[in-house]
């Protein structure tokens, strides 16, 4: 088939190198939506989507629908008339009328190789679980939680020293890839759907802040992948003297049995060692509350964390 008309919903960082790669591919966009513009950091200014910036930027018509299940919304898409929909990390589900409109359907850019970690957040639960490989899968739309029809998937080995925020630039990246293939697919013949292995589904759902706070009775490779998975967000943390102690990096050591899980080991330029509930962390980047990011190095020169201090999971 020649060109579908498509339009794209998408709206953080993660979505702009597919939405890019449609515009290099000259691929007839019709249209882009996206969340509302919202506030964000600390003077809650309000911002506008990645997405947004790079469809204006291009030129293309942008709609923002507080809610996508509304008739007024749902009139806009039929009025376009697409005969594709792409979705990546939209943000919100889309009803059966909506993905009912386009004639080659909806495909979506998903961040696992599905049907695993099915969901709001894979690219930090792979971590936390430990996993040591994960990958991209194109799939078509349905009205469950990512449980459509797989067109294509990539894999994609995950590397010792990956945080949320390495896998996810990655697999952005992959994403965008696999989904110019996709479109080749289409154009070449057609979907060649593959249907989910419903009952080796498993979840990644949505991250909540208290999610980050360490529980040092926890294996030290435990903690070490929670770390990794929370960074940059919600970040995990610790309490130490009744303050709040961000920690973005860090080692799993060995440490003597019998130590309690939480106790400062050792405080040293190499970094904090703090005692797990098997083996200990050495910690090399943090940032105490109120005070900067930085290396353990720069941290103990002017910070009172001492062999024998106890981290715990409350103030």
């Known amino acids: 088939m020649e060109k579908p008309r498509i339009i794209f919903m998408g709206t953080p960082h993660f979505a702009v190198p597919s939405l890019q790669m449609l515009i290099d591919r000259a691929e007839e966009i019709i249209g882009v939506v996206t969340q509302p513009d919202r506030p964000a950091g600390r003077g809650q200014q309000v911002i506008a989507p990645p997405v947004k910036d790079l469809a204006l930027k291009s030129g293309l018509p942008v709609f923002q629908p507080v809610n996508v299940r509304t008739e007024q919304f749902i009139h806009q898409v039929k009025t376009l008339s697409p005969e594709l929909i792409v979705v990546v990390a939209f943000g919100q589900i889309l009803p059966r009328a909506v ?34 490989e994960t990958g991209i899968t194109i799939m078509l739309l349905d009205e469950g939680m990512d449980s459509g029809d797989l067109l294509l998937q990539e894999a994609l080995p995950i590397l010792p020293a990956d945080t949320a925020a390495t896998l996810h630039d990655w697999l952005a990246d992959d994403g965008a890839l696999l989904l110019g293939k996709a479109l080749d697919q289409l154009q070449n013949g057609g979907w060649k759907r593959i249907p989910q292995d419903h009952a080796h589904a498993t979840y990644a759902p949505l991250l909540k802040k208290e999610d980050g706070c360490i529980q040092w009775n926890k294996s030290a490779r435990q903690i070490h992948n929670q770390i990794r998975g929370m960074n940059p967000w919600p970040g995990s943390f610790t309490y130490v003297r009744g303050k709040l102690l961000k920690i973005y990096n860090a080692v799993v050591v060995e440490t003597d049995p019998g130590i309690t899980p939480g106790k400062v080991t050792s405080v040293s330029e190499q970094g904090i060692t703090v005692a797990a509930g098997k083996g200990a962390l050495l910690i090399k980047e943090l940032q105490l509350e109120g005070k900067k990011r930085m290396s353990a190095e720069e941290f103990i020169k002017g910070q009172t964390v001492r062999e024998g201090d106890e981290f715990t999971s409350h103030r």
């Open 99 to 132: 993905l009912d409109i386009p004639c080659c359907g909806c495909i979506n850019v998903h961040a696992s190789l599905l049907p695993a970690y099915r969901g709001a957040a894979p690219i930090n639960w792979v971590l936390i679980n430990g996993e040591t």
